[in-house]
């Protein structure tokens, strides 16, 4: 029915999910938001400390009924190993961004004082133009791109959301929401599932 | 090819050895396509249907030395892919189709997207170029993968040949486990051909459906404890628990609903079965849901032709839903009780304990929408299905294409057992039912295979005449309801278009279906009234080959109850309006109009 009370408006939901690096992988999952309508905000990509397995990270925009249905269509996908919605349990998460700021004689001392308060390291020096690499979450990238963007923004490009459930949720229960315990400590995959599990007692006709 | 015995033909395939030989048999060296084969062989697969092509020609090449599988030449890969979801419906097993590169392979899109909707077992295999050509725009390449990526469950490309039987054996493991569905894999030809020293593989295990949790089955017996107007809403991912849940409901006294895929989940001589909801749906089944208290869906997904206006759905009940498909839970309708798991499983345990309501004004109440039933008396497409379907045998097997006839059939049919029934029910495919019952009838010989088919839809696989001619199937007896339009357009025309019948007349272009019958070999009859009607279906039905009736019914009869679309079920038109202009000659109107407009 899909009705939802007033305070179930759309926002941001993250959500990891972990995947087998086959090919299309990413078409697979880009195209079922594409097609079932959910909209991503952000995604992002890394391998995984096991081998075959990447790791993304969602942005998803919508009521929470939707991203709940997103995650069970996404659950679907034989090549999705896990989902972890991280609103069951309190998360760090992480966004990096490049950057390129014009910069004059004048500004150019203004603009590397404030990237000093953001603690924003400089990765590229020149005489017209500084590249600053910001770390932290939203609301800090997005500062520090509107205090940047009077002197004039030549490019910037941000990674998307990453993040991982806290392993300190342990500590403190309150921290998690679901019913149970906190999945943290749990290795996310066990292992890579099996590829073949031999049923026996069929006749090998060779 | 011919065959002098259809008995020996439908066992062994054209051409191939014979199989008591298979052990001594020597298949020379091996290569990917015989792992193919062998790794088919090894799944218990017998038969697979398809058609052969430039780029899948290493695989049919391989065939020669697997007599263990027969392969079914169809006409046309549309019509293979039919035949094996055919297969699949009626037996619950995994259908196999194969096809060659390019528009082999997008001739299955179709079929593919069937199954999908339907949630049918189904192994596409398809060839394509040799790897070295992929994504050169090569002769007949196509990127079949990208293009069934949304209306497969999974699909592959196989890209070495070590691994091809493992994505064999992979493949077949998802199309059949969980909710079932199609995967495609995709060969290049390279790897057809490549040596292969590998193992072959053997089946998976199939993995267990998740048990329903207690608490959701506790939760839901208490609703029903305190149910005053309860109601079974049995889909088709209820085929396989049609035991359980007919023991429920009789535990429980609780009166049935099934729905079309689920048709035959619930016999229907049973006083509790209520008929099918929705759109076509009986007048007991859609207000027994419009006026429930308690409704406990079992292995459905509340699709919009079922449910009509969403709003407008059971709106006093709370809704129990039994679904393997976590993702189908919440996704159309408000849950009360979500019960993720297996219906045998949560059937069962809801049986446990079972209290015998006692409600019979509800039950009165059922009885008396149940008499508003219309049953067809007088000539017309309804009366042409009821005198067919109620010739069946409780073992025979009734297709149905799409349109006025297959919601004739659903309405009129009554089964006692599941999978008897076998229709295009999500995605509503011309052109199904004719190969879905030559497949049907090859994986039972034993049974008569009925297709009813419209003049429309026959149109679009009648080439499969050939299949049937080829094989000498005797079993298939197909139905066709002639009304010379594409008659469910042509009731919404009528409906909600002002009667402007656009593009859906086909009276001056239809073929002699006899004729067209005979030219394959296959007898063709004819009944154009009431009274020839019941000694044609005895022919029909008697004569030792597969057979054609042609039943020429009137041109503009509607089907009934309907509810029109965005209007809640308890909105429904129960009986047909009457005309007001009644078209006295359509016929010769129409061609009068197409004779103007030709001069014009």
Redesign the interface.
Known sequence: MNEHTLTDQPKDHLVSALVRDEPRVLTRITALFGRRGYNIRSLSVGATEHPGLSRMTFVVTGDRGVVEQAMRQLEKLHDVVRIIDHSLEKFVDRELVLVKVAISPDSRVEVRQIAEDFRSRIVDVGRHALTFEVTGDEGKITAFIEQMRPFGILETMRTGRIALTRGSNADIPSHVYHDGETQTLRPAVESVEPREERARDVPNLF | MTHSSGQDADQHGAGQQDPAA?HELDRGSMTGAKALW?TL??HGISTVFGYPGGAIMPVYDALTFYP?VRHVLARHEQGAIHAAEGWAKATGEIGVCIATSGPGATNLVTGLADAMLDSVPLLAITGNVARHLMGTDAFQEADI??IT??IT??NY?V?EVEELP?VI??AIR?ARSGRPGPVLVDIPKDIQLAAYHGE??????RPEHPAPKPEAIARAKELLLAAKKPVIMAGGGSLDASAEITALARAWDIPVITTLMGLGAFPSSDPLWLGMPGMHGSVAANRAISEADVLLGIGLRFDDRVTGR??GFAPNAAIIHVEL???E??????VGVPVRGDATVAARMLTEGAYKLDLPDWHAQIEEWKTRTVTPTEWSAGFAVKSVVDRLRPDDILSSDVGQHQMLAAQLARFEKPRRWINSGGLGTMGFGFPAAIGAGMAEPGVTSVVIAGDGGFQMTLQELATLKMYDIRNVKICIINNSFLGMVRQWQELFHEKRYSEVWLGDSNPDFVKLAEAYDVPGYRASNAEELPGMIDAWLADPKSALLEIVVPHEHGVFPMVPAGAALYEMIETEPPRKQPTPDLSAEMMAAAEEAKNA
Do not use: F, M, Q
Request: glycine letters at 8%; a positive charge.
């Open positions: 298979g062998a062989a090894n263990e993968t990208g990526l949304p469950k999974h490309v890209r493992r054996a992979e998802i072959v593989a053997y089946p998976h295990a969403v709003n498909d976590a993702a839970i919440g996704k159309i309708v408000r």
